[in-house]
């Protein structure tokens, strides 16, 4: 819910606060939290169209209204209520003076990881297209979100061991609660777009088939698009081509293996797919700018665990 604070008519794309070389949307761990009132009032409550690629946020309104933009389509809402915004959709919002309630920005590929496969159907739904949802009528649903909230908010501001598990952990909690409250309303007509349903599925394959270093021709003969056509549906929604993301992925997974397990470069690359771990080695500097026991010796120096 981020102000740009852009002046020009044309939609902007931005990572979080008008910082277009901010990187969340590549770390597979970024969370971001923040409460409404601080950031809106800085702004006299009104957040100017924009867009984030990869990423995907979350708002829930305690207390107040606005007027809200999603694509092309405006809307009122009033508390509580639940906006999600997926990657990609133009958004704005003219606030109440005062509304409380929070913000939350998720890189979507810790909403796509592959550790998570077993849930990702249930959640898809509210990463494919905009939902707006009240919670006047499910007062348990509402205190539930707020609970979780205010825990995530603690965390945040008060890092620990184990912070990034337990942002995991409660963002679900707070998708599950959501997608049951959407299950619950009455039965809307499917408006998912074609495109946006097409790079949702690109990206799932992604997880599922990395490790096999697929190349793009057989993403794109799984989706039956041609190699160029996956390439403008991913640089719309996601500012890179196919390519590129399928080796961001790659080298996100070799991080994780570095930074949580002691295996060695040859081990992970062998785990990853790679047949010759000197490879590995340059594929990961060249993407990370660091070689792999340089990249862990400056994480294990890091203040804070991970």
């Known amino acids: 819910m981020d102000n740009p604070n ?3 008519p044309t939609i902007s794309h931005y990572a979080l606060f008008g910082e277009q070389a901010a990187g969340g949307g590549d770390d597979p761990e970024f969370v971001h939290i923040e409460d409404i009132r601080t950031r809106s009032s800085l702004y006299d409550w009104q957040i100017t169209p924009h867009a984030h690629h990869r990423m995907f ?24 209520c639940a ?65 979780t909230l205010e825990q995530m908010m603690k965390e945040f501001h008060w890092p620990q061991r184990g912070r990034s598990f337990m942002f995991d952990w409660m963002i679900r909690i ?16 499917e408006t998912i777009g074609l ?22 021709t057989t993403y794109a003969d799984e989706l039956a698009l041609s190699q160029a056509r996956l390439n ?15 080796q961001d992925r790659l080298a996100l997974e070799a991080q994780r293996h570095l930074i949580y397990t002691s295996a060695s470069a040859s081990m ?14 340059r594929f990961f500097k060249r993407r990370t700018g660091m070689a792999p026991r340089r990249f862990r ?3 294990m120096a890091e203040p804070f665990p991970h």
């Not at 409380?100 to 998720?106: E, I, K, L, Y």
């Not at 403008?232 to 399928?246: V, Y």
């Open 57 to 80: 946020q979350f708002l829930f309104m305690a207390s107040g209204s606005a007027e809200i933009r999603l694509d092309q389509a405006s809307h009122h809402m009033a508390a509580p």
């Open 6 to 8: 852009v002046t020009t």
């Open 195 to 216: 495109r946006r349903g097409l790079y949702t599925h690109f990206r799932q394959l992604v997880e599922d088939h990395y490790r096999d270093h697929w190349p793009v």
């Open 83 to 147: 906006i999600c915004v997926p990657s990609g959709v133009v958004h704005a919002f003219t606030m109440e003076p005062e509304t409380s309630g929070w913000v939350v920005t998720v890189s979507e590929l810790l909403l796509l990881d592959a550790r998570f496969r077993r849930s990702r159907r249930m959640f898809e739904p509210l990463y494919r297209e905009p939902h707006l949802m009240s919670f006047a009528y499910n007062p348990d649903g509402a205190a539930q979100i707020c609970t």
């Open 232 to 246: 403008r549906l991913c640089k719309s929604f996601a500012g890179k081509g196919a390519g590129e993301l399928i």
């Open 297 to 299: 010796e400056a994480k």
């Open 268 to 281: 992970i690359a062998y785990e990853l797919g790679f047949q010759d771990p000197a490879y590995f080695s």
């Open 174 to 189: 707070i998708l599950m609660t959501v997608r049951r409250h959407l299950d619950s309303q009455t039965p809307q007509p």
